[in-house]
Every structure is written in structure tokens, then in C-alpha cells.
């Protein structure tokens, strides 16, 4: 029996991390919806669009992404390391809570996880995307605690930003997300919840892969 993981949750709640590798460890595809929308969102910055003025609908018929692997591609181009910036970061909220972009974005997503055996983290996966997907999780952690994880993942990229940034920048993305009108951020009912706080990263994918085992041996 293959099952979809919805894994939802505030940014720099290790989220993406734990999802790649609950995926590995269960033989499931990882979908990293949030990349989607970055992508989205630094096609609009790359080609100057203002996309809180412009007709998003045809301007979007120009953005294709796809993925090969766990890498996300903008129209044949592998741009995993431009929509980690903090330019995008700035802006991502924004795009995210755009319907145009979500109505676009959540039917490639659907789609993807069709034949189940999935693994995708977002912000709506739960709740919009995959509202009867077999296991939710949502994750949670400490505003500090996010900003110095964030901080820690950007020097590694060679991108070194103050943590006032950062946390500034996670205050605001929350707040946006939370109270967009399309799909905010929230925790389904039926979802189980992670406060990755004080947890290692093996920790959360055990956390996770226990869950999902005992649904997937039960029947």
C-alpha cells in the first residue's frame, strides 16, 4: 500500500530536509512545493515583471517547472541555487498568496501525486492540496531557533545575512502566509504535530517514517 505524506509548517522548521529523506527512507518521490512557488517567484524578479500590477494568468503560459531528480528546473534550467536567495525570500510570500499562481501551482502538484507514493512539504499541502492525504504532519519550532537554522543554511551557500534579517524576514513570511485569503498557512485537523525545536534532524525523519510504517502495514 503507497501512501501521500503532507508535511506542512513555518519556514526553517526543517521541513524540506526531513521530507527528501522520509522520501528516501520509504522509497516515495519528494515534491518540494515551496520550491515551485521560489521558482515562480524568481522567474518574475529574473524578467522584471511587477506582479502585483501585471496579467499574471498569460504571463504565467511563459513559466514551466519541472523536476529531475530532487532539482527544480525554470523552463529547462536547473536554478536550485537562485531561489535559495534572500532576494526571493523577500518575495516569495507575496507570489505564494497571488491565486493565479496557487491555482496554476496546486494542479501540477495534484497531478504529481496521483499514483501516491509521495512526499511533499508546503504550506497547504494538508489542507488544500492533498486534503485526504493518509498522514498530515505539521511542524513547528521557535522563532530563534528558525532564524539561526536559516542563517546556518544561507553561509553554507555563501550567502551570509544578519540574523535580525532572517528573523525579520520569517516574522513577516508568517505573517503573510497565515493570513492570505487564498490557502493560508494552517494545521489541518486530522494533522499530527512537530515541534522540531529541540529535535535533531534523524529524529524528525524517525518521528515521521514511524507514523507512516504504521499506516502503510496496517491494512
Do not use: W
Request: one cysteine or more; hydrophobic letters at 35%.
Amino acid at each position: 500500500m503507497k501512501i501521500v505524506i503532507a508535511i506542512d509548517g513555518y519556514s526553517g522548521t526543517g521541513k524540506s530536509s526531513t521530507a527528501k529523506q522520509v522520501a528516501s527512507r520509504l522509497g516515495y518521490h519528494y515534491i518540494d512545493s515551496g520550491a515551485m512557488y521560489r521558482a515562480v517567484t524568481f522567474f518574475f524578479l529574473s524578467n522584471n515583471i511587477d506582479f502585483k500590477k501585471t496579467e499574471i494568468r498569460e504571463t504565467l503560459k511563459d513559466c514551466s517547472i519541472t523536476f529531475e531528480g530532487t532539482s527544480i528546473y525554470l523552463n529547462g534550467k536547473c536554478v536550485d541555487h537562485e531561489i535559495r536567495t534572500m532576494e526571493v525570500n523577500q518575495h516569495v510570500s507575496e507570489v505564494s498568496a497571488i491565486s493565479e499562481v496557487r491555482s496554476k501551482l496546486v494542479e501540477q502538484q495534484r497531478k504529481m501525486g496521483e499514483k501516491k507514493g509521495v512526499v511533499m512539504d508546503g504550506r497547504d499541502i494538508g489542507t488544500v492540496v492533498f486534503p485526504k492525504a493518509e498522514l498530515k504532519v505539521f511542524m513547528t519550532a521557535d522563532t530563534d531557533i528558525r532564524a539561526e537554522r536559516r542563517r546556518k543554511e544561507l553561509e553554507k551557500k555563501g550567502m551570509n545575512e544578519s540574523i535580525e534579517v532572517i528573523k525579520a524576514n520569517l516574522i513577516e513570511r508568517d505573517k503573510i502566509d497565515s493570513t492570505r485569503e487564498d490557502s493560508p498557512l494552517q494545521m489541518a485537523e486530522d494533522a499530527k504535530e512537530i515541534d522540531t525545536s529541540h529535535l535533531t534532524l534523524s529524529e524528525q525523519i524517525d518521528k515521521i517514517v514511524e507514523m507512516a510504517e504504521s499506516i502503510i502495514y496496517a491494512s
